[in-house]
């Protein structure tokens, strides 16, 4: 039985040419991805801010500096980088509201293979890969952490053209940032991070990628042919 996954593109309305080509590489997929609406904190007031922060929304400034401190990071974290967090909150939570067993979230400027949804139901086939949490199906690694990844296994998918494509899934064991361009989530993780990510206390790739690495599977996709 093929899985149930529910696809959002997270874009801001003044990105439209981005759109387009996002909207052209997924239809070669075979896909059709709904648009969500991005909160747009490019233009946010300090004023915005302080609301933001009376809402239980954003952290206080004790907490955001303690991630500032923590990360060696002096910069302030962003009225853009805040709206971001709130984006996926919004993603997560109407994935949440429906019953699909997956979501699958893409930035806008990512391009899709055409092979895209094979693979990707060829790895939710295999008992081995399916089991995690949340599958960065892009990782940047940000934190260089690649080396500390363990190998959960190693499946060949068949591709159009007789050939196979071999897909490597590594789990991540210590805190990592893998960015947020594309990642897969079940029902599970994604209600753990709708009841911890408020209020906002960093750019929502860390967020996800310092959450509990033994109570939850956070595996990351590697490709090789």
């Avoid at 909207?23 to 070669?28: D, N, P, Q, T």
């Avoid at 930035?107 to 949804?117: G, I, M, P, Q, S």
């Amino acid at each position: 039985m093929t899985p149930s996954i529910m696809y959002r593109v997270i874009h801001c309305k003044r990105h439209e040419k981005r759109l387009a080509r996002f909207k052209a590489s997924v239809g070669k997929a075979g896909l059709v991805v709904p648009r969500a609406n991005c909160v747009d904190g490019s233009k946010w007031s300090d004023r915005k801010l302080c609301r933001l922060r009376e809402e239980g929304i954003l952290g206080s400034k004790k907490q955001l500096l303690k991630w500032e401190r923590r990360n060696d990071d002096w910069d302030a974290l962003s009225p853009v980088e805040i709206a971001i967090n709130m984006s996926h909150l919004s993603v997560w939570r109407a994935f949440l509201a429906s019953r699909k067993q997956y979501l699958c979230v893409f930035e806008d400027d990512v391009r899709v293979a055409k092979t895209f949804r094979t693979l990707l139901e060829c790895i939710l086939m295999d008992e081995k890969a399916n089991r995690f949490d949340v599958l960065h199906l892009i990782n940047g690694n940000w934190e260089g952490t690649i080396g500390a990844q363990s190998k959960v296994t190693t499946i060949a998918c068949p591709t159009s053209s007789g050939g196979t494509t071999r897909l490597e899934i590594r789990r991540e064991t210590t805190r990592y940032c893998a960015g947020a361009a594309c990642y897969l989530l079940n029902r599970r993780f994604a209600q753990y991070l709708v009841d911890n990510i408020l209020p906002v206390r960093m750019p929502v790739d860390n967020f996800v990628g310092q959450l509990p690495l033994t109570r939850f599977r956070h595996y990351t996709l590697r490709t090789r042919r």
